[in-house]
Structure formats: C-alpha cells, structure tokens
C-alpha cells in the first residue's frame, strides 16, 4: 500500500521515469556497440589464437625435417595443444587428418573455402589463412594455417571447393590451428561485463540526477498546491512567482495573476452586495414606511396621500433603476448581449435625453448647451446608444454644481466616412487627474463629501461596456475646469 502510495505522486514518477529512460538508453547504446565491435571482437580471439602460430609452426616444421614419424606428430599435437592452450591438427596433402589434439577428426577428410588474413596495420601478427569447413567433418570449426609453412598449393574439386593445401615442398604435413565457430560467434559476450560495470556507474548517478530533477519541478508544484488550498479557505492574497522563465515559472506567474483577479473580484462581489443592499434598503424603508402610513390611514388630507404617493413611485423608480444597471451588467458579463446595428438620428436621440433631465439642471441654475448638426446620423444599435447616452447625461446632471454647466454636443469625424463623436461635457472642478480612471471601474462611488451625492457605481462602466460592444470608444478627460467624455462611435460596416 506505502508503495503504490509513493508511486502515485509525480516526483516517484519523475525518477522511475528518468531512471526507466537511463537504463533504455544504455540498452540502445550498448546493443549499438556491440554491434559496431562485434567484428572487431571476433576478429580479435583469432588474431589471439593466430599469435602462437609462428613457435608452433617452427617447432613442426623442424619435427618434419627430423622425418617424424605421424605417430610423434600426433603426440607433438597434444602436447603442444596442452601447452598453449589450443587445439591442433595435422593433415596431408588430401586434407585428411592425421592428427587432432582432441582425436575426435582424426583419418577424416575435410572438405573447406579459404579466405586470405593479411597482417595488422602495426606488423605484429604474421599473415595466416582461415579455412572454413563445409558441412561434414569440421564444420563446426574455423581452421588457421600458419604462415611460416611457407607456400602451398591449392587443391581443389570440379566445383572449386577446396580439398587441401598443398605442402611444403619436401613436407608431407600441414598445421592448423582449430578454433570452435561458437566461440567466434559469442566473442563478443566478452563485453557484457564492461557493459555491466557501466550500467552499475551510470544507474546511481541517474537516480541521484533524477531526484534533482523532479525535486526542481515538484517544488513549485507544492507550493502551487499549497496557494490553492489557501484560496479554498478564502485567502488570495498568495504570491508564488518564482524566479524561472520555463514553464512552471510561467505557470507560477499566471497562477498569481488569477489569484489577484480572483481577489478582485471577490472584493467587488462584497462591494457589490454592500451597495446594492444599501441601495435597496433606503427605498425599501420609505416605501414601506408611507405604505404603512397610507395603511393605517394617517394622512390628513388628499394632499398629504398624494405626497406619500410621490414619494412611494420615486423610490420604486429608484429600486427599478438599480435593477435594471444590474440585469444589463449580468447580461453584457454573460454575453448574452446581442448587437443590432441599423441608422440612428443622432439629433433626435440627444435631445430626448437631455429633455430627461433639464428641469432639474433649469432648477438648480445649471447652463445647459446642446449643438447637434442636423441631419446627423451614426450607425449603432439605437437602444443600447440610448442607454449609454442617458447614463453619461445622467452621470453629468448628479454630479454638476449649482451653477455649473453642461454641454452635450455630436459632430461627424473628418477623414472618416460614418464615424461619429459625441461629447457629454461638465463642470467637475473638485475632481482630481488620478480619478479620472477608476470613473470607469465596477461599483466606484466619488466621496459623498465631495460630489454632494452618490449613484450606483454601474452608469459609467455600464455605458462604456454598451459603447465597447458596438465596436466603439469611450473615455473621459480633464478639460480646464470640466470633464468631457468622449463616445466615439465606428462607421458603418
């Protein structure tokens, strides 16, 4: 259970992976190795056994010239085998063996191809022949003939395969040094040891680097899973950047960011809830509170109904104001919003909203200053223009001091065919330069104290949203003692 435990978490995995590619890759490069080399072993036990050819084959041909007999050659063949370790033969001109250190050959007939063995590059080793026994007697070895024998002629069959070398001249006999073909073969077995010494190096040094690794990519991991947990429980205020470009560092970084945003919107969520509740319950209470009054009947005459009635339909109007800012701000987050362009009257649409609010601008000594060119048109989606437009009007008539000015004005943009400008502009001088940004955030209120009231927070970002959707612009400036905003709408597509 503690086993399979360890190997589900990603740094077990890590190194088992590391150490599992380790070990592939020393199979691969071994395996290719002793490919490369497999020749060169091969071709290495032979030279081995073709460097005690010369002492042998001098030690024969001086036994020749004695005229031993084959039974003394026979002997000289085993004893020589014992003492250099290799197994000898001696046949006649026939190749029939007269001699064969482990007898097993012996009165047999070898029938073989030859392949000619030249010298190493560095002269050590003389040249000598290879002999290659057909299927029959021998097949299952290699023959080497000794150089020093001196020259032999072939003989050989109808087919060209060879029956025998010749001997000397004046030698009856010739020498050959047997090696079994398995043994070629496996020569390169020689190497697994080496590999092996390798592999024992080379595995606790992946591991060892393994761990690094994984250990320098889970860490961050951990500490992301640890930030998590955190905003689970409710904290955001978490900073895991690190100091890495790859991609954990860049995971790291985007991780943070979300947490911040997060954050964010968690706090204005709150803000969101805080306001809307304060902004429904005021109206709420006086609704409720004249509802009462009227209920119980405490109004004194049918003026006094009539006031309470005022007051009652200016809150509801209140209530459905806020409530409409809140069904448009979830429909354009939700995108549910749909875009209808078609030719609107600029003219026309300024005006209506601006006759919205003028009595009470003209009853608290406001200058109000409208120029639209006639005949003015944009192309936009009319209602939602309208929406945005009253917002910002709105936003000028609550926020203009007795006595101010506001100007709302409309032109064509020059160089460009359809595109249209409109500017809602008033006097806003308590308004500071590093304000102007956060006009545009969710749910900003300026200070009761200075601006003498407070709004939703949801015109001005609501009315920059609606302008964004139609493919246009709206910002706002500092302009002497006024603020000016800017909609600039696209022209037609």
């Known amino acids: 259970m503690k086993m399979r435990s360890w190997l589900s978490g990603l740094q077990s995995r890590l190194i088992v992976a590391f150490v599992g590619l380790t070990m592939v890759a020393l199979l691969i490069a071994g395996g290719a190795f002793v490919l490369l080399t497999r020749h060169d072993e091969e071709q290495r036990r032979l030279d081995e056994t073709a460097s005690v050819s010369p002492a042998l084959s001098a030690e024969f041909f001086l036994r020749e010239l004695r005229g031993d007999p084959p039974a003394d050659l026979s002997t000289f063949a085993h004893d020589a085998a014992d003492r250099y370790g290799v197994r000898l033969l001696i046949a006649d ?15 047999k007939s070898i029938v073989a191809t030859m392949q000619e063995h030249e010298p190493m ?35 050989t069959d109808s087919g060209g395969m060879v029956r025998g070398l ?17 043994s070629i073969g496996r020569a390169w ?30 860490r961050p ?18 900073d895991v950047a690190m100091n890495r470009r790859d991609e954990v560092g860049q995971l790291a970084g985007a991780f943070s960011t979300m947490a911040e945003r997060v954050g964010q919107a968690q706090v204005e969520m709150r803000t969101l809830i805080a306001n809307v509740s304060h902004d429904l319950k005021t109206p709420l209470t006086s609704i409720l509170g004249f509802g009462q009054a009227l209920r119980s009947g405490q109004a004194a005459n049918n003026a006094e109904v009539q006031r309470m009635g005022e007051v009652i339909h200016e809150e509801a109007r209140r209530l459905t104001a806020r409530l409409d800012d809140l069904m448009y701000l979830s429909e354009l987050e939700g995108g549910q919003a749909v875009v209808e362009r078609e030719e609107i009257d600029l003219g026309k649409l300024l005006w209506a ?52 000015r506001v100007r709302v004005t409309a032109k064509a943009v020059a160089g460009a065919r359809g595109a249209t400008v409109i500017e809602v502009a008033n006097t806003a001088a308590d308004i500071e330069p590093q304000e102007i940004p956060r006009l545009f955030e969710r749910f900003y209120r300026r200070d009761r104290s200075r601006s003498g009231t407070r709004g939703s927070g949801l015109g001005l970002p609501i009315a920059r949203d609606l302008v964004e959707l139609q493919g246009g612009t709206l910002d706002a400036a500092l302009e002497g003692a006024e603020i000016v905003f800017r909609l600039r709408l696209p022209p037609p597509k």
């Open 189 to 218: 077995l020689g190497l697994l040891p080496t590999l092996g010494l390798a592999s024992v190096i080379a595995l606790p040094v992946a591991v060892l680097l393994a761990i690094i690794v994984a250990r320098y990519i889970t």
């Open 93 to 107: 001109n026939a190749f029939k063996v007269v001699a064969d250190s482990k007898g097993t050959l012996e009165g």
């Open 221 to 238: 991991l951990h500490r992301l899973t640890l930030a998590t947990h955190q905003m689970a429980e409710g904290t955001f205020d978490v």
């Open 166 to 182: 010749g001997r000397r001249p004046g030698s009856e006999y010739s020498l050959y040094l047997a090696v079994p073909r398995q």
């Open 353 to 404: 909203a601006v006759a919205r609010v003028e009595p009470d601008l003209r009853t608290r000594g406001v200058e109000l200053q409208i120029a639209v060119p006639a005949g003015l048109v944009g192309s936009a989606d009319g209602a939602k223009l309208e929406r945005a437009v009253e917002n910002l009007v709105e936003n000028a008539r609550r926020y203009t001091p007795d006595g101010g």
């Open 121 to 155: 590059h560095d002269g050590r080793l003389s040249p000598y022949t290879l002999i290659y026994p057909e299927s029959g007697p021998g097949s299952d070895l290699i023959l080497l003939s000794p150089a020093l024998q001196g020259p032999r002629a072939r003989v």
